[in-house]
């Protein structure tokens, strides 16, 4: 059984940064790509940016281009998501999710995505 726990998301103030992690438990994320998503109210999941086997990084999110940073450590099958200088509009539930395949897409479709977390809300405040 595969489980992905977020973690991280809180209340924070326009400008501030923050840092989500994911955990993998029974899915050995090093040989598979890792991506987190967003959503806010009222709208679609989007990709936000991606990890792939080998190390290789996708960012998907136009809005959060350059202000975002995915890492991951194969060591503790986490992924792990910087928001910086964050925005009334980045608010939303942020979600972890795992590929079938080692290399992350160049396109970030949700129905890619084999396995979900639950997800961690992010409220920025203006």
């Known amino acids: 059984q595969v489980t992905l726990v977020e973690s991280g998301g809180g209340s924070v103030q326009a400008g501030g940064s923050l840092t989500l992690s994911c955990e993998a438990f029974?899915?050995?994320?090093?040989?598979?790509?890792m991506a987190w998503f967003r959503q806010g109210s009222g709208s679609e999941r989007e990709g936000v940016g991606g990890?792939?086997?080998?190390?290789?990084?996708?960012y998907y999110s136009d809005t959060m281009q350059g202000r975002i940073t995915v890492s991951r450590d194969n060591a503790k099958n986490t992924i792990t998501l910087r928001v910086d200088n964050l925005k009334p509009e980045d608010t939303g539930m942020y979600y972890c999710a795992g590929h079938s395949k080692r290399t992350c897409p160049k396109l970030a479709r949700g129905t890619d995505f084999k396995y979900w977390g639950q997800g961690t809300q992010v409220t920025v405040s203006a």
């Open positions: 990890g792939s086997f080998g190390g290789g990084i996708e």
């Open positions: 029974g899915y050995d994320i090093v040989s598979n790509c």
